[in-house]
């Protein structure tokens, strides 16, 4: 085992023994007849990247959606940094809902907005008070953070697919949020550009310390930022554990993953 | 499970709907299921228009903006389309009129004509094709590249910001409009009666104040915030609650001019029986 290989280790010890700030029980999610998520328990760790594996349509964008509230579950017990999600008011759940940031497999950016108008709206909206050299030098620290000082003033039609994903983390990270939820974050993008988004995922969490979902079918992606790997299969877990486990999975569905 | 981040009442619905699709349904019960899904959405929709417009934060910011995207970017193609009303309607009444030897009253006429109707509806038509699609393109856009989401997600209310604005900006702004329209409309008109004689712009006026009365400007002008407020409601819900894919854009801004313009239509059939009511 090489050096960088047991320092890996032993930061996903560190993770796999720190406080759990996504806890879901039981959890159940159907459409109509389609049972898409089949009694999950999932446990995500302060500071650790999960990983999530899976076929198109298994219900893994499903499963953060959940935690970000834009898809309601049925049954089961969600819990976000120790707080029960049902049981919480609109108000509260809106301040629960400041401290998770999404990546949007798309970007999702406003169209109707420049770059640097799309890092102010979140900004805008969240504090009031904030003043507008406050506001440059967070926007101008969240650019450079993805490598986009340049294109500040640009409109993000005229960004590349690559930019546009940075453009979205940047917006997303401008926040500081604590969970990080990325859906498909290498979707489309050339394998540079891929292996580039790959390495802000890491640089983020190991600046400011998120615990993150990643969606993706990129293994590659998964490889370079994941301490954990969960493969979904038919809306439940169907293996767990590291790269280097799950790429010697005894099971060869898991297995095909990898190859 | 009832409290959950984010609440979409469309969900319930399309569930709703999938699970009927699996049932034996005859396909006249499907449509009246699908008739009665779509009012209940819409009547769901518009409940939270009146939820959410009165609960602050109020985003007068964006409020200003819909206001001047919606209303001032709208007064050329309104002027235009008031002017040459004005203008055909006085060319086309005279010659009846002057088979009466009554071509004295066509200032009168064409002013009650514009300003009790015409003005107003076919204001709000033109207000239909023009900011109720672009509304409803809009944000069906929004909803296909998940920047409605993205809203949600950052802590902002995206009904409040984007919807409430827009309805209330198309309420207040096609008022405003049509009464331009009918100002428009009226030079069309002093344009068209000038052609084959000559009418002072003083006699023109006096006589259209003459035929006019509080009781022909009120209700057209009231019946202009509804028209408004179906227009931007009618396009907001299309919009918002789109199929997603590029197809749903084009249908939603399609569907969004055909609905808004149909209620138009239904508000003036009303607004003019109310108004037969009183004045009787």
Redesign the interface.
């Known amino acids: 085992m090489t050096a960088a290989a047991t320092h890996r280790k032993a930061e996903d010890e560190n993770k796999k023994n720190g406080s759990v700030v996504v806890k879901m029980e039981h959890l159940k999610k159907s459409f109509g007849n389609n049972r898409v998520l089949r009694n999950i328990d999932l446990a995500i760790h302060k500071g650790e990247n999960l990983v999530i594996l899976g076929k198109s349509g298994t219900g893994k964008s499903v499963l953060i959606k959940c935690i970000v509230g834009l898809v309601d579950y049925d049954e089961g017990k969600l819990e976000i940094l120790g707080e029960d999600v049902a049981e919480l008011k609109e108000k509260a759940l809106g301040e629960l809902r400041k401290k998770i940031g999404f990546l949007f497999q798309s970007g999702a950016l406003y169209d109707s907005m420049s770059v640097r108008e799309n890092l102010e709206f979140p900004l805008r909206r969240q504090s009031h008070s904030i003043s507008k050299e406050q506001m440059d030098s967070l926007v101008k620290e969240a650019l450079q953070n993805v490598g986009l000082s340049d294109a500040i003033d640009r409109a993000p039609s005229a960004l590349s697919g690559g930019m546009r994903k940075r453009l979205g983390l940047a917006r997303t990270l401008i926040l500081k949020p604590e969970i990080m939820l990325y859906d498909e974050p290498t979707t489309g993008l050339d394998p540079i550009t891929s292996k580039e988004i790959s390495g802000l995922i890491l640089e983020i969490q190991n600046k400011y310390d998120t615990s993150s979902v990643i969606i993706t079918h990129d293994i590659e992606c998964a490889k370079l930022t994941a301490n954990r790997i969960i493969v979904l299969k038919d809306g439940t877990f169907a293996a767990e554990g590291t790269y280097s486990e799950l790429e010697k999975s005894a099971d060869a569905w898991v297995r095909s993953f990898f190859e | 499970?009832?409290?959950?981040?984010?609440?979409?009442p469309e969900?319930e619905i399309?569930?709703t709907a999938?699970?009927s699709?699996?049932t034996s349904e005859s396909p006249a019960d499907s449509v009246f299921h699908k008739f009665f899904l779509e009012v209940s959405s819409i009547t769901m929709f518009t409940l939270r228009f009146f939820k959410e417009v009165l609960k602050p934060p109020y985003e007068f910011k964006e409020l200003m903006n819909q206001s001047f995207q919606i209303g001032y970017k709208s007064l050329p193609l309104v002027a235009i389309t008031g002017f040459i009303i004005g203008l055909v309607l006085t060319i086309q009444s005279r010659p009846t009129l002057a088979k009466f030897g009554a071509v004295s009253w066509l200032p009168g006429m064409v002013a009650v004509s514009l300003v009790r109707e015409i003005g107003p509806v076919i204001c709000a038509l033109i207000f239909a094709g023009k900011v109720g699609s672009g509304i409803g393109a809009e944000l069906a856009?929004?909803n296909v590249?998940?920047?409605i989401?993205?809203m949600?997600?950052?802590?902002?209310n995206p009904f409040k910001y984007l919807v409430v604005t827009r309805v209330l900006s198309s309420t207040l702004m096609l008022p405003l409009l049509a009464v331009f329209a009918d100002a428009v409309g009226l030079l069309g008109s002093f344009v068209g009666v000038n052609l084959n004689g000559h009418v002072s712009a003083f006699l023109f006026s006096s006589q259209i104040f003459q035929s006019l009365d509080f009781r022909d400007l009120f209700p057209a002008f009231i019946k202009t915030f509804f028209f408004g407020f179906a227009i931007g409601l009618v396009g907001s819900y299309k919009g918002y609650y789109s199929n997603k894919g590029t197809e749903g854009v084009g249908k939603a801004a399609n569907s969004a001019v055909v609905f808004a313009s149909l209620m138009v239509f239904i508000i003036d059939m009303i607004a003019v029986q109310m108004t037969s009511l009183f004045q009787n």
């Open positions: 499970m009832e409290n959950v981040l984010l609440q979409h969900n399309q569930e999938e699970l699709e699996s856009s929004m590249t998940e920047q989401d993205a949600q997600v950052s802590g902002t």
